[in-house]
T-cell receptor, first 115, second 114 residues
């Protein structure tokens, strides 16, 4: 079974500062994808960044970057220069290659950005 | 380009009733997945439709059923509603079913069962 654990129910950051959200996962597969999704109060889930497990290089999308540690099964999200619009629920998700075609989500981290 | 749309936005039902939720995928997408998101939880996979067939299913009882139409739109049906079915139901569409195909989510339908 695949599991995703987000150990930080809530996090806060000052505007313009940097924050890191943690995620650990468990899977017996060697080929899989990891994702961070953002869910603002409008409820619409938005893909922030994704990482293919076979790629050693950490993914980066503008102010968002990940620290992917495959051996440790860790996948953290770093948000640099935090903006008020970054406030939302953030979900880490795992999707294995082949077989079961589903995303497995963590319980989420609520991020508050203070002005 | 319209994204994923879902209807209705909100719905209130009583225990034992049946409900149908609807989803229109993003233009060009042929695969629809449904998720249940209970309050304070992450989404849980219900099932996925591709080529009008249910391809994969999560750990949900048979009370949850679905359908995909030739235009790729989809319905989620829940029979004999329980209080525990109260949740946000999310629809996601993609072109193809693999994990490399980004899933685009709709705004969800908030179902309340009284």
């Amino acid at each position: 079974a695949q599991t995703v654990t987000q150990s930080q129910p809530e996090m806060s950051v000052q505007e313009a500062e940097t924050v890191t959200l943690s995620c650990t996962y468990d899977t017996s597969e060697s080929d899989y994808y990891l994702f961070w999704y953002k869910q603002p109060p409008s409820r619409q889930m938005i893909l922030v960044i994704r990482q293919e497990a076979y790629k050693q290089q950490n993914a980066t999308e503008n102010r968002f970057s990940v620290n992917f540690q495959k051996a440790a099964k860790s996948f953290s999200l770093k948000i640099s220069d935090s903006q008020l619009g970054d406030a939302a629920m953030y979900f880490c998700a795992l999707h294995r290659q082949g077989g079961s075609e589903k995303l497995v989500f963590g319980k989420g981290t609520k991020l508050t950005v203070n002005p | 380009d319209a994204g994923v749309t879902q209807s209705p936005t909100h719905l209130i039902k009583t225990r034992g009733q049946q409900v149908t939720l609807r989803c229109s995928p993003k233009s060009g997408h042929d695969t629809v997945s449904w998720y249940q998101q209970a309050l304070g939880q992450g989404p849980q996979f219900i099932f996925q439709y591709y080529e009008e067939e249910e391809r994969q299913r999560g750990n949900f009882p048979d009370r949850f059923s679905g359908h995909q139409f030739p235009n790729y739109s989809s319905e989620l049906n829940v029979n004999a509603l329980l209080l525990g079915d109260s949740a946000l139901y999310l629809c996601a569409s993609s072109w193809g079913a693999g994990p490399y195909n980004e899933q685009f989510f709709g705004p969800g339908t908030r179902l309340t069962v009284l």
